[in-house]
């Protein structure tokens, strides 16, 4: 399948574009330097009806394909990463399950309310001691007196201090990948954010830690069917990392715009950087592979868009894009000089914010795992 975009995608970019140059371009850095996570620029994007493309119109969305998701990252990543992984999470991990496995009643209670940005949303699978072995949570929801009370600690959760809306998981039948189950709600009491996580880049995201302390959910907030809810999860997933691909595309494409910028304004022994051919290749590199992972990114996205299997091409989409990213970040850099490494041009925020592609939604291992799965079947379990 040859991925290709419409004039809507097309517009819909240049909305993206226009409003990131005016409210986020001017503050990036700054709010990068002081750890400041915009949740009022969550909302505005609300407000532009950015935060619903894929929310069918009869929910308060704008009923546009999982593309128009990934192209919305896409363009926010470059500009400033955390923001993207926010849009990225609330639409792709927590709209999308309820669009696939939520009943009628929970779409309409909390569907038009994350497509205004009135909820924004936040996916808690991650425990301290289950990251890339899901199977091995350990929360706990026990039905009592006709609610779920779910107890445990969730980590790593991005948009996790502030989020009103949280997709769960927790653990209602026996160990191992059967007896999770998952369920939707919003915030109330019992569900508290400890604390944010320090971290190497990402800083305008919220990471937090979130523990369920008696936390109490409706039944009817049970998501899709008892003890499936890994599936769930890991069916969101394959649908989450075409998102993240989108992220490194656009982390990727800031970094071979700053190179290029710079390569062309800084002199050196008579004339522009730009005319040395050790400053040309890893440019010319960098722009190959990055539409080369655009291409794969968007293939992944029009197969989920199509309601096709789409695991393996995100899996593949994500390993690719998010290597270009941190190398693209790297050939800034390197592009930069000293000032690479200095705050001043962002080269260096790029560098840390690029990283975090290979490690969520699936470390890059973990990619490589599911492609080898998809391609060798049992064989490759062993
Ligand atoms: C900034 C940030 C935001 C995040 N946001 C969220 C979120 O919103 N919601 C959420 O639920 N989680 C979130 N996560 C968690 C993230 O998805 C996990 O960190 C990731 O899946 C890896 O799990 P882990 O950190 O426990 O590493 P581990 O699973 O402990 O892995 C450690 C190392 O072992 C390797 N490894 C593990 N198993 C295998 C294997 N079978 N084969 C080969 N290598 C293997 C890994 O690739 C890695 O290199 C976030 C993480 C970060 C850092």
């Given at each position: 399948m040859i991925p290709a975009l419409s004039d809507v995608h097309e517009d819909l970019s240049a909305l993206v574009r226009?409003?990131?140059?005016?409210?986020?371009?001017?503050?990036?850095?700054?709010?990068?330097?002081?750890?400041?996570?915009?949740?009022?620029?969550?909302?505005?994007?609300?407000?532009?009806g950015v935060?619903?493309v894929i929310?069918?119109e009869?929910?308060?969305g704008a009923g546009l394909d999982y593309t128009a998701l990934c192209l919305v990252v896409e363009e926010?990543?470059?500009?400033?990463?955390?923001?993207?992984?926010?849009?990225?999470?609330?639409?792709?991990?927590?709209?999308?399950?309820?669009?696939?496995?939520?009943?009628?009643?929970?779409?309409?209670?909390?569907?038009?309310?994350?497509?205004?940005?009135?909820?924004?949303?936040?996916?808690?699978?991650?425990?301290?001691?289950?990251?890339?072995?899901?199977?091995?949570?350990?929360?706990?929801?026990?039905?009592?007196?006709?609610?779920?009370?779910?107890?445990?600690?969730?980590?790593?959760?991005?948009?996790?201090?502030?989020?009103?809306?949280?997709?769960?998981?927790?653990?209602?039948?026996?160990?191992?990948?059967?007896?999770?189950?998952?369920?939707?709600?919003?915030?109330?009491?019992?569900?508290?954010?400890?604390?944010?996580?320090?971290?190497?880049?990402?800083?305008?995201?919220?990471?937090?830690?979130?523990?369920?302390?008696?936390?109490?959910?409706?039944?009817?907030?049970?998501?899709?069917?008892?003890?499936?809810?890994?599936?769930?999860?890991?069916?969101?997933?394959?649908?989450?990392?075409?998102?993240?691909?989108a992220?490194?595309?656009?982390?990727?494409?800031?970094?071979?715009?700053?190179?290029?910028?710079?390569?062309?304004?800084?002199?050196?022994?008579?004339?522009?950087?730009?005319?040395?051919?050790?400053?040309?290749?890893?440019?010319?590199?960098?722009?190959?592979?990055?539409?080369?992972?655009r291409l794969?990114m968007l293939r992944a996205a029009a197969l989920r868009s199509a309601g096709?299997?789409?695991?393996?091409?995100?899996?593949?989409?994500?390993?690719?894009?998010?290597?270009?990213?941190?190398?693209?970040?790297?050939?800034?850099?390197?592009?930069?000089?000293?000032?690479?490494?200095?705050?001043?041009?962002?080269?260096?925020?790029?560098?840390?914010?690029?990283?975090?592609?290979?490690?969520?939604?699936?470390?890059?291992?973990?990619?490589?795992?599911?492609?080898?799965?998809?391609?060798?079947?049992?064989?490759?379990?062993?």
């Amino acid at each position: 399948m040859i991925p290709a975009l419409s004039d809507v995608h097309e517009d819909l970019s240049a909305l993206v574009r226009d409003f990131c140059e005016r409210e986020i371009a001017p503050h990036t850095a700054d709010w990068d330097r002081t750890h400041h996570v915009p949740v009022p620029v969550l909302r505005q994007l609300g407000d532009l009806g950015v935060l619903g493309v894929i929310i069918p119109e009869e929910h308060g969305g704008a009923g546009l394909d999982y593309t128009a998701l990934c192209l919305v990252v896409e363009e926010l990543a470059r500009h400033d990463a955390g923001l993207s992984v926010a849009v990225a999470v609330h639409g792709g991990l927590c709209a999308a399950p309820l669009l696939r496995f939520g009943s009628p009643e929970q779409q309409a209670r909390y569907l038009p309310r994350l497509a205004s940005g009135e909820l924004l949303g936040a996916y808690a699978l991650t425990e301290p001691d289950a990251g890339s072995d899901t199977a091995a949570i350990r929360a706990q929801a026990v039905l009592d007196d006709g609610q779920w009370r779910l107890d445990g600690t969730k980590t790593w959760i991005t948009n996790g201090g502030f989020a009103d809306f949280f997709v769960l998981f927790a653990r209602t039948g026996g160990g191992g990948a059967k007896g999770v189950s998952a369920f939707v709600s919003t915030r109330a009491e019992g569900l508290g954010s400890s604390h944010e996580i320090p971290k190497l880049g990402l800083h305008t995201s919220s990471t937090a830690e979130v523990v369920l302390d008696g936390f109490r959910v409706a039944a009817d907030d049970l998501l899709g069917v008892r003890d499936d809810g890994l599936k769930i999860a890991l069916a969101t997933l394959d649908g989450g990392r075409i998102t993240i691909a989108a992220q490194a595309c656009g982390i990727a494409r800031a970094a071979l715009d700053l190179a290029c910028r710079y390569a062309a304004d800084r002199h050196a022994f008579g004339g522009p950087i730009a005319r040395f051919q050790g400053v040309q290749f890893p440019i010319a590199d960098i722009s190959a592979r990055l539409e080369g992972a655009r291409l794969l990114m968007l293939r992944a996205a029009a197969l989920r868009s199509a309601g096709k299997p789409h695991g393996l091409a995100g899996a593949q989409a994500k390993l690719i894009a998010s290597r270009v990213a941190v190398d693209a970040a790297d050939v800034a850099v390197q592009t930069l000089g000293g000032y690479g490494y200095s705050a001043e041009f962002g080269a260096e925020r790029l560098y840390r914010d690029a990283k975090i592609t290979e490690l969520y939604e699936g470390t890059s291992q973990i990619q490589r795992l599911v492609i080898a799965r998809h391609l060798l079947g049992a064989a490759a379990r062993g």
